[in-house]
């Protein structure tokens, strides 16, 4: 028996960083983002031994374990050891042999959401094989949980419930753990003009976003207004965002982009860079009317709002950066698990 699922990766439209404590525990935060066709995939496989597998397809790693209670936390494979440690612990996980392997469309430290979207997707594949009771809000908190509280791993909320809802989402984050998901009903050709026009590309470098969080957060605590100021921008920003898609504006949605991207550089040092910077600049004068850093920074993916059929000359200006643009499309599902009896 094989016990299977994935999850959507996500691009973050407006609002980011704004769902990171302790800003989003003092002010709140709001978000938008969106899922789409890129996916963290998870499969379980039970075994006749005792024996505990874990296999990240993607990165070409496996550890191996004899059947213990806790793995222990070495630097390999942590996230995948986190989430069986923290099963066993909490849902009486009983000694049973089993491969859990992974596999994620993008790289990792790309900027789409994939440390937080594996965790859900392992999560829904544990669920899947336990019959777990539980229900979107419930798996994407314990997603958080496992991630930031219990694996110390910096970073926001938005990702676990962009990978467990899916779709077009308007959220917003408060003290005390708690999130709002608004499911935004967007016309149909409103969305296609926006999939057509968004280019997303990946910059070829990959960065820990870790330091930029913690940078932000940082700002916070030590009460930095232009840092705190920014995000009360980009916080304005996600509320600009939603009425213009809601309203069909989506010609609108660039200038709202670059209005971010001013705004969000002054969040922490090394958000952007000159390399990234030239990038956008190539960008809008190839006809691309906005953009921004997609996560917390640094590299990783850019997306880029390019009106009328300006697409294909950002493409064709971007290539001397070395990068690669990625299809895709918006996904309405977030967390998809079944059950097979097929083996390979």
Known sequence: MMYRS????RIGLAGGGTDVSPYSDIFGGAILNATISLFARATIELLPDKKIVLVAQDRQETEQYDWMPELPLNGKLDLLKGIFNAIRRDYDLQPQGLRLTTFVDVPAGSGLGTSSTLVVAILGAFAEMLKLPLGEYDLAHYAYHIE??????AGGKQDQYAATFGGINFMEFYADDKVIVNPLRVKHQYLHELENNLLLYYTSVSRDSAEFIIRQSNNVKENKEPS??????????????????????????????NYGY??????????????????YEAARK??????????????????????????????????PYGGKVYPY???????TTWTTTEHG
Not at 6 to 9: E, S, V
Not at 304 to 316: D, H, L, Q, R
Request: glycine share 14%.
């Open 6 to 9: 994935k999850a959507p990766l």
């Open 148 to 153: 930031r509280i219990e694996l110390k791993l």
């Open 228 to 257: 705190i100021q920014a995000m009360h921008q980009l916080k304005e920003q996600s509320v600009m965002m939603k009425e213009a898609l809601l309203r069909g504006q989506i010609d609108k949605i660039g200038e709202i982009l």
């Open 262 to 279: 001013e705004q969000k550089r002054k969040m922490a040092e090394g958000i952007t860079n000159e390399f990234l910077d030239e990038i």
């Open 286 to 319: 190839a006809g691309a009317t906005g953009g921004k850093i997609s996560g917390a920074g640094g590299g990783g993916f850019m997306i880029f709002y390019c009106p009328g059929n300006t697409k294909f000359n950002v493409i064709e200006a971007l290539q």
């Open 329 to 335: 499309q918006f996904t309405k599902y977030g967390l």
